[in-house]
């Protein structure tokens, strides 16, 4: 009887506290718009945000990118060939990796690497009062803390997208034309035509919303982090995970809203 | 050892005329079914020192975050200065967080700072500007404290005592008109304990700094309280001059001051 109550109640609780924490972050939402309003930024912050997230995450988005552009182009290559397409994987690959896989496999990357860092960070203060500390000398954690890494995250995301593509297309085009003896100029010309600034730009705008969904996610982990080091251990795993899955369904709807936008395959 | 500190001191204190600064009124704080505060009432006037002791996990940490608005209460009012704390928004405690410091029980330094830029922040964070002004006031709080030699270590290369030390200076620097100490003296040898008593009081007599000092050390509550408030079971038990808590005939007071243990075996 009890058990079945239970049942019965758990999809009801679990909506509840699926509501108490969109309310959570929507809250730390508001408060950081308060903050961009108040007009100060903390440019040495900014920057200093800038260098780890960023140019810290270069590396990582590269390879990723590369071996993507790399390994679609091997499978897309032998399978359009039976069909005498081999020309248009240039097309192909540049299209999915400047509107799905650059974005995306960017944004996992980094929801790991940014993601747990920021997680990992703040809670870490916030279970040594170090944030209770800058709250007694009058200065708002969300300003200090999150603002900061947002700003960076804005500004460095959708270079880091672009660099993820670019490597991409790279590696897509020394497999093609160093693999299978495609002429380079073939390859290039398909690719030129059919890539546009449309979907370059598509690549980018993901990777914009993708760096503050991963910053409002991870840094309200951090700041919600309780019972020391197991709550911040505990904190950083959601981080990354919560980040990684709502991404891939922001990404989704993204998808749908900026086609209509940026219809696919319009000059 | 009951002589009072200081000939001003209970004069401040149980003058009529002397104003208020902080006033708790019936003060309720529970942490999910553990009832913490059931009621504290306490005033403590401009210029005042008050000792707060009580056993371990009574709720003195818990009480003094609510001065400051760390914490918000469950039940009850507290005002500072005039300022109704526990009715302001988060954004609004500036000027009240500009009046009063605190030292954490932990020091609560900030990891990635070394011990000069964590005592400079106040200032800077306050607005103070130029550089020297800066380098200035934070090697004087550092002094003060004996730990002008440490300037560029990082906390967590420091001892429990030294991070214990460079929280009183981050605290002081400022020259807030009320410093609220969550147990200076514990990790201390004797003689830095001195130092800091020495130096708690020195801010009272030049500064007319207004302090809280939560300490379950009884040597230096003689040296330094003005008043001593004793928190027992979630209120407070005891609040008196340190003259009549040592005449107090409470047992509790008695076997709280004495290091007396009632568990019999
Ligand atoms: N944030 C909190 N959540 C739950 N319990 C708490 C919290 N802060 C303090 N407590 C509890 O309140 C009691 C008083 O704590 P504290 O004020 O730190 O004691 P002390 O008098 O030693 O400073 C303790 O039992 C502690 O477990
Ligand atoms: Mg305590």
């Known amino acids: 009887m009890a058990t079945s109550a239970g049942l019965l109640t758990l999809p009801g609780r679990t909506f509840l506290h699926f509501l108490t924490y969109l309310g959570q972050l929507t809250a730390l939402a508001t408060e950081l718009l308060i903050a961009v309003r108040s007009g100060v930024w903390r440019l040495k912050l900014v920057a200093r945000q800038i260098v780890e997230i960023g140019y810290g995450s270069q590396a990582v988005v590269i390879v990723t990118g590369a071996f993507t552009g790399a390994v679609f182009t091997f499978q897309s290559y032998a399978k359009f060939k039976e069909f005498g397409f081999e020309t248009t994987v240039g097309a192909v690959v540049s299209v999915a990796l400047c509107r799905e896989l650059g974005p995306v496999l960017a944004g996992l990357m980094v929801a790991g690497r940014v993601g747990a860092a920021m997680a990992a960070d703040i809670g870490t203060m916030k279970v040594t009062e170090q944030v209770d500390a800058l709250r007694v000398m009058g200065v708002h954690p969300v300003d200090y803390l999150v603002l900061p890494r947002f700003l960076a995250m804005m500004i460095s995301m959708p270079f880091l997208v672009a660099e993820s593509i670019s490597f991409g297309l790279i590696a897509s085009y020394m497999v093609t034309s160093f693999g299978y003896d495609m002429p380079s100029s073939w390859y290039l010309t398909h690719m030129i035509d059919h890539t546009n600034m449309e979907d370059l730009s598509i690549g980018m705008i993901k990777g914009f919303v993708f760096g503050m969904l991963i910053t409002l996610i991870s840094c309200h982990q951090g700041l919600s982090a309780e019972n020391g080091a197991v709550g911040v251990g505990a904190g950083t795993t959601r981080a990354v995970v919560i980040s990684s899955l709502v991404l891939l369904i922001v990404n989704f709807f993204l998808s749908i809203l900026l086609n209509y936008a940026f219809p696919i395959g319009s000059v | 050892m009951a002589a009072a500190p200081s000939s001003m001191h209970p004069a401040v204190a149980q003058s009529a005329s002397a104003e208020t600064f902080i006033e708790l009124r019936g003060?309720?704080?529970?942490?999910?079914?553990?009832?913490?505060?059931?009621?504290?009432?306490?005033?403590?006037?401009?210029?005042?020192?008050?000792?707060?002791?009580?056993?371990?996990?009574?709720?003195?940490?818990?009480?003094?975050?609510?001065?400051?608005?760390?914490?918000?209460?469950?039940?009850?009012?507290?005002?500072?200065?005039?300022?109704?704390?526990?009715?302001?928004?988060?954004r609004e405690m500036a000027p009240i967080r500009q009046k009063v410091s605190m030292l954490f029980q932990g020091a609560a330094l900030f990891d990635r700072m070394t011990v000069e830029e964590n005592v400079a922040f106040p200032l800077l964070e306050s607005g103070v500007c130029d550089r020297n002004e800066i380098k200035q006031r934070v090697l004087e709080a550092l002094t003060a404290v004996d730990l002008d030699d440490h300037l560029d270590k990082y906390p967590t290369s420091l001892s429990g005592g030294m991070r214990k030390r460079a929280g009183i200076a981050r605290a002081i620097v400022a020259r807030s008109e009320c410093i609220l100490y969550d147990e200076p003296n514990s990790g201390l040898d004797p003689i830095g304990s001195d130092i800091i008593d020495q130096m708690i009081l020195r801010m009272q007599r030049r500064y007319g700094v207004t302090s809280i000092i939560v300490t379950h050390d009884m040597r230096s509550v003689f040296k330094i309280a003005n008043r001593v408030a004793m928190l027992y079971r979630g209120k407070i038990h005891f609040l008196g001059t340190p003259a009549e808590l040592e005449a107090s005939p409470d047992p509790i007071v008695q076997d709280f001051i004495n290091g007396h243990s009632n568990i019999t075996g």
């Open chain 2, 27 to 90: 003060i309720h704080k529970h942490f999910g079914n553990q009832e913490v505060l059931c009621g504290i009432d306490l005033k403590l006037y401009h210029g005042e020192t008050l000792c707060v002791i009580g056993p371990s996990g009574e709720g003195k940490t818990v009480m003094i975050k609510h001065i400051i608005g760390l914490i918000q209460p469950d039940e009850g009012d507290i005002f500072v200065a005039g300022m109704h704390v526990n009715r302001l928004h988060e």
